[in-house]
């Protein structure tokens, strides 16, 4: 990643940080599928400058990131902003300095607590086929280690442009975006989706790294 443009966040007392975010980040995710290629990543990344920031985690400022300056300027992020042209600031494209270390910023699936309740009940009654009790002593017992249903790290309202986009009769609805950023050693090559994060990678292939600065 050679090139980006950042975007600073201007909340006010009638719009705060949290939903100036969704709102920005929404319209970059429609920006970033509108743009997207053959294969369905995107060319265009997203890094979280002020991750981890007291308050809302996220901070005030998203980096759009590309290999080119052309992607950038394909991209035209100003275009899908326009509507929220008073609460953004939005710098020109411009080259990644020397001195920026790697990360990778990738979506962490979290549980919500009805689902955790759906699987304790699945693995209950496996239990209990094998060891004979009933489906409530081994929920009892499975409920000592029941995970929480609750994560520290920041999270987006979403809604999916590609998955609307093939339920468009069946409706849709937005799910909490929960995004974690991981250090890495070394840049690293590889592909975004559509939100901008690093694709999910098997095997020995390492997660695609953006610039931190």
Request: charged share 20%.
């Amino acid at each position: 990643m050679n090139y980006y443009q950042e975007i600073t966040l201007l909340p006010d007392p009638t719009i705060p940080l949290d939903f100036l975010w969704q709102k920005v980040y929404q319209q970059t995710h429609i920006a970033l599928v509108d743009n997207k290629s053959a294969a369905g990543d995107s060319a265009v990344a997203i890094a979280f400058p002020e991750y981890g920031s007291v308050g809302f985690r996220l901070g005030k400022k998203m980096r759009l990131l590309a290999k080119t300056e052309q992607a950038l300027v394909q991209l035209n992020i100003s275009r899908w902003l326009e509507r929220l042209s008073d609460y953004v600031h939005i710098k020109s494209i411009q080259l990644v300095p020397e001195y920026a270390t790697a990360v990778s910023y990738v979506r962490q699936h979290v549980k919500g607590e009805k689902r955790i309740q759906l699987d304790m009940q699945k693995k209950a009654r496996l239990y209990a086929t094998k060891s004979g009790l009933s489906v409530e002593a081994c929920l009892a017992q499975l409920k000592e280690k029941q995970p929480k249903a609750q994560s520290r790290l920041p999270f987006l309202w979403v809604e999916s442009q590609q998955t609307k986009s093939r339920n468009e009769a069946s409706g849709h609805r937005p799910f909490p975006l929960f995004i974690k950023c991981l250090s890495a050693e070394k840049p690293q090559a590889g592909l975004f989706n559509c939100y901008g994060l690093s694709q999910a990678v098997t095997g020995d292939i390492k997660l695609a790294t953006v610039p931190h600065f």
